[in-house]
C-alpha cells in the first residue's frame, strides 16, 4: 500500500500524463514543451487571471495526501493540480504532469492539492461544444510506423515512421484530413483507423462518439496481464488478441480518440482504492491500485476521464512492472492491499496541512 488520500468522494488519482504517442506505446516525453493546458481557461483563452466560472468553481477541490511505503517524484492529485501546499517545491509541466523539484516523495510526507477535477453529468457533456481552440491541436498528433511486410521477422529493423496531424473535431474540412488519412491508411493502423471512424460514425456529439468506443471495449475484449507479443502492439490487442491490461484498454481508446480529432491522452495513477473504515472521506490506495485511464477534453469544461478497461478486471489487479514503473521509480510490490498491514498508519484527523 502507497498512500492515504482525503477527499469527499472516490476519485482517479493521477500521477503521470503520457500524452505522447511515438508509433508503439504511449510515452512521457523527458522533455515537456509548450504552454500548460489543463484548465479550460487556459486551453481556450478565458479569463486574463485563469479564474473559473462560477460554475466550474465546484470542481476544484482541496485532496490531503499521506505517503504511505514508497518513493516518487510524481505528485496525486485528483485532476489538474491547481496548487500545491506542504511541498518544498512542485513543477507543473506543460504535459498536465506536477514532479517534486528537489528531494522525491518518501514514507510519512504529507501535502495538500487544490486541484481540478470536473464530474460533469452526460447531459453537460453532450452540450459542450463540438469545436476546440487550436491551442488543443498536440493533442490529436500522431506519430506512426510505414507498413512492414507481412514476412517481415519481429526483431527486424523498425520501419520509417511518420508524423501525423489529425485535425480537430468540428474544424472546416480541409486538406489535412485527407493527409492524415492517407498517412494512416498506409501504416499498419490502417484497421485501426477504420474502426475508429466507424464506431463514431452518426454520432451527434464528441460525448457519444468517446462512449461509442469506450463500450466498444465492455464487450468481446477480455483482462489479461499476459498479452500477446506483437510488433505492433496495440493492433494485435485490437484485432488478434482483443485481451489485455489497462495499458493497452486505455492506449487503444486514446489512439482512436485522436483519430476522430478529440483531443486525448492517457493517464498513469491509481483507481480510487478503498474507504479507509476508520476515517471518513479518506481512501487507501495500494500498490495494486495503479492503473491506466483515459482523459478527453471537452470545450468548456476540461479533461474528463473515461476507463476503457472491463470492469470485470480484477479491482486489485490492474497493473503489471511496466505499469508501476510508470507511476514510481520504487513502489513496494510485495502483498496486498490494507495499508496496515504493510505498517501504515495514517493519521487520524488528516494531513499536516491547513
Not at 508503439?24 to 486574463?48: H, I, K
Request: hydrophobic letters at 35%.
Amino acid at each position: 500500500a502507497v498512500a492515504a488520500l482525503e477527499s469527499d468522494r472516490p476519485q482517479y488519482w493521477r500521477a503521470a500524463v503520457l500524452d505522447e504517442f511515438d508509433g508503439v506505446a504511449w510515452q512521457r516525453p523527458e522533455q515537456s514543451f509548450g504552454e500548460r493546458l489543463e484548465l479550460p481557461t487556459a486551453a481556450e483563452g478565458g479569463a486574463a487571471d485563469g479564474s473559473l466560472s462560477e460554475d466550474r468553481r465546484k470542481w476544484m477541490e482541496e485532496i490531503g495526501v499521506t505517503v504511505g511505503p514508497m518513493e516518487t517524484e510524481f505528485v496525486l492529485s485528483a485532476g489538474a493540480v491547481v496548487k500545491t501546499d506542504g511541498l518544498d517545491s512542485a513543477l507543473a509541466l506543460p504535459n498536465g504532469t506536477t514532479v517534486t523539484g528537489d528531494e522525491p516523495l518518501e514514507e510519512g510526507d504529507d501535502y495538500s492539492v487544490l486541484s481540478y477535477a470536473p464530474d460533469p453529468s452526460a447531459g453537460q457533456l453532450r452540450r459542450a461544444p463540438d469545436e476546440y481552440p487550436s491551442a488543443l491541436a498536440r493533442y490529436t498528433q500522431l506519430t506512426i510506423p510505414a507498413r512492414a511486410p507481412a514476412e517481415e521477422p519481429l526483431l527486424a529493423e523498425a520501419p520509417s515512421e511518420t508524423d501525423v496531424q489529425v485535425p480537430l473535431r468540428g474544424a472546416a474540412p480541409a486538406s489535412g484530413d485527407r493527409d492524415a488519412r492517407r498517412a494512416i491508411a498506409s501504416s499498419p493502423y490502417a484497421d485501426t483507423y477504420d474502426l475508429a471512424r466507424g464506431l463514431t460514425r452518426g454520432e451527434p456529439t464528441t460525448y457519444d462518439a468517446a462512449r461509442a468506443i469506450e463500450q466498444h471495449f465492455q464487450s468481446g475484449f477480455d483482462y489479461t496481464e499476459d498479452p500477446g507479443d506483437h510488433r505492433v502492439p496495440l493492433a494485435g490487442f485490437l484485432f488478434e488478441d482483443r485481451a489485455g491490461y489497462c495499458q493497452q484498454f486505455s492506449g487503444a481508446m486514446a489512439l482512436m480518440l485522436r483519430m476522430n480529432g478529440i483531443p486525448s491522452r492517457v493517464v498513469s495513477g491509481f483507481s480510487p482504492g478503498t474507504p479507509d473504515p476508520d476515517e471518513q472521506d479518506r481512501y487507501l490506495i495500494s500498490d495494486l491500485d495503479a492503473h491506466s485511464w483515459v482523459e478527453a477534453y471537452f470545450s468548456g469544461i476540461g479533461w474528463v476521464t473515461f476507463d476503457p478497461t472491463p470492469s470485470a478486471a480484477p479491482a486489485t489487479g490492474r497493473a503489471d512492472d511496466a505499469q508501476l514503473a510508470s507511476v514510481g521509480p520504487a513502489l513496494d510490490k510485495g502483498g496486498g492491499g490494507d495499508l496496515r498491514r504493510k505498517g501504515f498508519n495514517p493519521p487520524k484527523g488528516g494531513t499536516n496541512t491547513p
